[in-house]
């Protein structure tokens, strides 16, 4: 993963003042967020997909159909970006201007590639059922996944070339219940 100052420079948040620059920080949200975004483009047509995801520390992974339009738009076009969140606190105020919420976001900017080696496709599904049931063990709670499942499957691993952060929180004490609480 790059080191801040994360290029290119579309990739450094516009409040720097909220920018995270803690790696370990960017990569705890991409490891433990639960959904991530893929966006992906055909011609000037974006769209976005909600995926399950797995960072192995160097690499997000996804898997999609065979067929669809997520395959396709890479295939025609690699450049992607991927996003997860996390929500805090709502920030009630005086003014409708004011209101806000506490947050914290890491956008990664890369190319997609199709993953055709056997071996890491069967490790990064593995790394997707170990991420969502670890608890689950192959072999001794689920049959392990087999060579004609992972055949059928298309596996996507997003190369990082940049990653930003950003994150808002308001102090401890701001009251957050009820109408106006935060003005007595």
Known sequence: ???????????????????????????????????????????????????????????????????????????ANPKVCFTVAERGRFLPAKTALEFSVEYAGVMVFGQAVIVTDEAEKIRALQGLLDKYFSHLKAGRDYRPITPAEVARTTVIAVQIEAISGKRKVADPGFPTEGPYAAFD
Request: charged share 30%; aromatic share 12%.
């Open 1 to 75: 993963m790059p080191n801040p100052p994360f290029p290119p420079e579309f990739a450094t948040p516009r409040r720097t003042d909220r920018q995270i620059t803690d790696e370990a920080d960017l990569r705890r949200m991409l490891t433990t967020a639960e959904v991530g975004f893929l966006a992906t483009a055909f011609n000037d047509q974006p769209f976005l997909n909600s995926n399950l995801f797995w960072y192995d520390g160097e690499r997000l992974y996804l898997h999609t159909a065979k067929k669809g339009r997520t395959r396709d738009n890479i295939e």
